[in-house]
Each structure stands twice: as C-alpha cells, then as structure tokens.
C-alpha cells in the first residue's frame, strides 16, 4: 500500500491502471475509519483490481461554525486498517493541493441540497459535491462507494453523476451499528457517556418506523409522531429535523404509496448525528 498526497501523481497512477485496463474502486472518505468505511472498502475490494480510499477532510463542505478544526484524526490508525483491509493506494492530499490559491469553481446541487441536512447546513451538499467531482476526477474510478448513513449525500451524488453524465457507478452501502443500534460514525466519538447512552433513541426511532410500515401504517404523520415518541425518552436530544420525503427530490409524503427516505437529524450538546431507512 501506498500513500499519495500529491494530484499529479494520484492522477498518472490512475492514468496507467486505466491504460492497463485495471478497475478502480474509490472510497471516499474524511479518515478517522470505523467499521462502516471499512465494510465500503471491502465491497470495493471485492469488485475492482485497485482499491484507492481517499481521506481528505474537506474544509468547502464545513460551515463556518461546525466542527472542521475539531474534526477527529488519525492518519497512523488510518493507514494500519487500510492496509489491513488491502487498500492499494490512499489519497491524502492537504487542503493547499484540493484548493490552491484562486480556486473558485464548486458544483451547486440544487434544491435537494437545501432539504433536511441542508437546512441547517446550507452550504455542505455544495462543498461535498465538489470535493466528489474532484476525487473523480483524479481517481478516475469505474466504482465508487458511499454508506447509507449519509442518504441525502448519496442521492445528490447520484443525481450529479446523472446530470454531469459522469461514467461511474455509485454504490450505497448498508449502515453499519454498533451492538446496541446507534449507526457508527466518526463523530460518536464527541459523545459523553450520558449523551452515548441516550443516542441509542434515534435507532429506536427507525426501528418504530420500521415496525409501524410492516403492521401496514401508510400514514406519515402517525409513523412521525410515534418516532418523535421514541426521540423524546432521550431527554438530552433536540431533534433537528424528523422527515418522511420522496427519494428522489426530497419532499415531504403525506401517504406512504411509493419508496421514501425516513430520514432525521438530531443535535446531542453541539454534536449533530444523523440516522435514516427506506420504507417501500
Ligand atoms: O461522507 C463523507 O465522509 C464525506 O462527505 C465525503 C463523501 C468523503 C466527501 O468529503
């Protein structure tokens, strides 16, 4: 395994596995790996010739009060379970080489971007989708691999590699938990051990709504409420938002009569977790 900082020499190693007919696999990732990266890379490995995880955290999809400067590292860490896990090349550019000085251009999602997640974060979709393109560009991977966790990122992806007839295949990956249901991410580690404790409500949440769509509840606002129920034994939590919205534009359904994204944000003190499924 190998560790690339510099683009121009991501982009020749890419250069040369296409020229040598070789697939490439990308997972996109902001480092500090947990189990649910590592379940991407292991699809990616299964499937493609090279594996390349980019860890990158991508200062354009921050706002200027969240969590950039505190958010968790740990290159050594990083690289021992890629490596482990066979990655065959990460990249790990610095913010100087993604954004040099003059840099200007960004690729603007849209609507989709402003909806659940982007309401309290209005610029991040714009920042991610960047930051995509631009991996993709490098990389030039025939696959690309993303988790379920993040939904709304993986439908404004799919919508960009549609509108920008991008030639790549995006997969979505399950969400990975840890054994009492609260979906891994790299941002549990902020969580005090009340908070901890209390978080396990948001997968509470899903399984209620879950459970209410199998017994045959079409009704958004009774699966809402009895999930808000759920929410409201966490005594610490503030919901952001609680959502039942259409998979592809990300608006509100009244009446569950096609496939929808049950998505909700929830803050715990200044840290902001995130946690979704698909009913339909
Ligand atoms: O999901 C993430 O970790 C990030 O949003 C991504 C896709 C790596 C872009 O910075």
Known sequence: MIIVNNIDEMHDLSNKWRQDGKSIGLVPTMGYLHEGHLSLIN????????VVTSIFVNPSQFGPNEDFERYPRDMEADSAACELAGVDVIFAPDAQEMYPEGYTTYVEPGAIGQRLC????????????????????????????????????YLILKRMVADLNLDINLHR?????????????????????????????????????????????RDSATILAAMSDELAKASLAKVDYLQIVETDNLL????????VLVAMAVYFGSTRLIDNTILG
């Not at 509100?252 to 496939?259: A, T």
């Open 173 to 217: 990956m399950p969400i990975i938990r840890e054994a009492d249901g609260l979906a891994k991410s790299s941002r549990n580690v902020y969580l005090t051990p009340e908070q901890r404790e209390q978080a396990t409500m948001l997968f509470a949440a899903v399984k209620k709504a879950e459970q209410l769509y199998r017994a045959g509840e």
């Open 43 to 50: 699809a990616a490995r299964g499937e493609n010739d090279i």
């Open 118 to 153: 982007g309401v309290t974060r209005p610029i991040h979709f714009r920042g991610v989708c960047t930051v995509v393109l631009k991996l993709f560009n490098i990389i030039q991977p025939l696959n690309a691999y993303f988790g379920q966790k993040d939904a709304q990122q």
């Open 252 to 259: 509100p359904v009244q009446h569950i009569d096609r496939e």
